[in-house]
T-cell receptor, first 111, second 114 residues
Framework: DSGVTQTPKHLITATGQRVTLRCSPRSGDLSVYWYQQSLDQGLQFLIQYYNGEERAKGNILERFSAQQFPDLHSELNLSSLELGDSALYFC??????????FGPGTRLTVL | KNQVEQSPQSLIILEGKNCTLQCNYTVSPFSNLRWYKQDTGRGPVSLTIMTFSENTKSNGRYTATLDADTKQSSLHITASQLSDSASYICVVSSLTSGTYKYIFGTGTRLKVLA
């Protein structure tokens, strides 16, 4: 158990819909990262937050957005969902410049 | 362009055998290199992390090497076990203007057979 929690574990929705994925980092970690992993694909870095502020941006679509709240939990919002958005979405947390610890992931299925 | 390439793409070995996975990168500037193990459908778990000045780092039966001159890293697994069956991911981080970038390789899928 990495100490990072993600909810929900599974999510099934339809094209065009909007969903929110939630991540709670390890106690004391200020950085939160979001990743997308499509079937049989590598991990794609989406975005990083540090203490509530956006720190780094990767290959995140404009239809996707994220935020980190004062209690340090983070949410990833995915809108206008397409079939190709079906993937595992991982959250990771770390102390500044330290090892990232990954959560168990949320499996999103878009029908 | 910052890239991380891993080879082989997949590998099948018999239990008890050793194997070596490769990671070549073109990331600049280099900050550190991590190897992760990812079981199917689960989050990656860190095995080793190496900075520019480190050549070798071990974690049990896993030994990672780094050659910063040739920009190559390897992960050696000794006396493989069935539980080693997983994807192994090489990640290189780069620090520019106070911002980190994380470049992931596509991984090597290892299957250990009894």
């Amino acid at each position: 158990d990495s100490g990072v929690t993600q909810t929900p574990k599974h999510l099934i929705t339809a094209t065009g819909q909007r969903v929110t994925l939630r991540c709670s980092p390890r106690s004391g970690d200020l950085s939160v990262y979001w990743y997308q992993q499509s079937l049989d694909q590598g991990l794609q870095f989406l975005i990083q937050y540090y203490n509530g502020e956006e720190r780094a941006k990767g290959n995140i679509l404009e239809r996707f957005s994220a935020q980190q709240f004062p209690d340090l939990h983070s949410e990833l919002n995915l809108s206008s969902l397409e079939l190709g958005d079906s993937a595992l979405y991982f959250c990771a947390s770390s102390a500044l410049r330290q090892e990232q610890f990954f959560g168990p992931g949320t499996r999103l299925t878009v029908l | 362009k910052n890239q991380v390439e891993q080879s082989p793409q997949s590998l099948i070995i018999l239990e008890g055998k050793n194997c070596t996975l490769q990671c070549n990168y073109t990331v600049s500037p280099f900050s550190n290199l991590r190897w992760y193990k990812q079981d199917t459908g689960r989050g990656p778990v860190s095995l080793t992390i190496m900075t520019f000045s480190e050549n070798t780092k071990s974690n049990g039966r896993y030994t990672a090497t780094l050659d910063a001159d040739t920009k190559q890293s390897s992960l050696h697994i000794t006396a493989s076990q069935l539980s080693d069956s997983a994807s192994y991911i090489c990640v290189v981080s780069s620090l520019t203007s106070g911002t980190y970038k994380y470049i992931f390789g596509t991984g090597t899928r290892l299957k250990v057979l009894a």
